[in-house]
């Protein structure tokens, strides 16, 4: 369940012992909470709440609106390089929404969330790369 406003750039190769994430991998990437001022988060950031989410109260940029609090992602089929993938929206634990998009030939076209969409493309790369 990674928070709904970190946008991943990339694999986060240095942390050697990564516990079961919500994108598969960790990421490095940036924080989307204040639009239009991408901010770089620190190491502290980045393992606790922005891989991690329900960041609420604990990480000073996360918004108190009523905002979803995380993003939780599952495969429902996968096909060569497709991958349906389910995602919900969390806020208090409890879901807020949810969806389906399609992951094929690298990337996301049916979702209009640069963030949602851009998590959905980091969680089936790291799905595809496990996947024997």
């Known amino acids: 369940m990674a928070c709904p406003y970190f946008y991943p750039t990339r694999r986060l190769l240095a942390w050697m012992e990564a516990p079961l994430l919500p994108l598969g991998d960790p990421y490095e990437g940036v924080c989307r909470a204040v639009a239009g001022q ?3 988060p620190g ?11 329900y ?8 918004p108190q609106n009523g905002s979803p609090d995380a993003i939780r992602f599952a495969v429902g089929r996968a096909d060569g390089d497709g991958v349906e993938i389910h995602y919900t929206l969390e806020s ?8 389906v ?9 049916d979702c209009p969330d ?10 089936a790369a790291s799905y595809l790369r496990r996947k024997p």
């Open 38 to 40: 991408d901010w770089q």
């Open 43 to 53: 190491e502290v950031a980045v393992r606790n709440w922005c891989n991690m989410g």
């Open 55 to 62: 960041a609420r109260g604990e990480c000073p940029r996360f």
């Open 92 to 99: 208090h634990h409890a879901p807020a929404g949810d969806g």
């Open 101 to 109: 998009v399609t992951y094929s030939g690298g990337s996301i076209e």
């Open 114 to 123: 640069p963030l949602l969409r851009r998590q959905a493309e980091a969680y």
